[in-house]
């Protein structure tokens, strides 16, 4: 019997693990890769509004974006409008970060877009799979 779901999460660690090589040299992981530029195109969300539109838990994501701040990467501010809010934007660090990591990312995506240039109907496919993840602009 065949398993679609086993099939794709041995495909998602191969594939994390194709970007965690990729991005060692910045020193980042695709976790944090995927925050840092998701928080870079929309900054100023709250907390709830970054894990629903990176489809993960608050725990997952309070864990992150802590291990961003340590590093230098992230600043965190109280809300305008809230104040007991935290708001999260990129520190000059984080932007230097994300600047280098960006060139490994894209070669990286790059590569796995070449290796799946026959297999259009994949991208279709997750897309479908995953709702709000699948309307990203870019597919990598």
Known sequence: MQCYCAAARRAARRLTRM??????????????FELLSYLQ????????????????????LSRN???LVERG?????????DRRLAVYCLSPAGVSAL???MPL?????????????????VWRVLGELGGAAGDSASHS
Do not use: F
Request: charged share 25%.
């Open 65 to 67: 974006l802590k291990g």
């Open 99 to 101: 600047r280098e990591a």
């Open 19 to 32: 970007y965690e090589a990729a991005l060692e040299p910045a020193g980042m992981n695709p976790a944090q």
């Open 73 to 81: 990467w992230l600043e965190a501010s109280a809300g305008a409008q």
């Open 105 to 121: 990312w894209q070669r990286a995506a790059e590569t796995l877009e070449s290796a799946l240039q026959e297999k259009k109907a």
């Open 41 to 60: 195109g929309r900054p100023g969300l709250s907390q709830t509004a970054y894990a629903e539109a990176l489809d993960i838990d608050q725990t997952t």
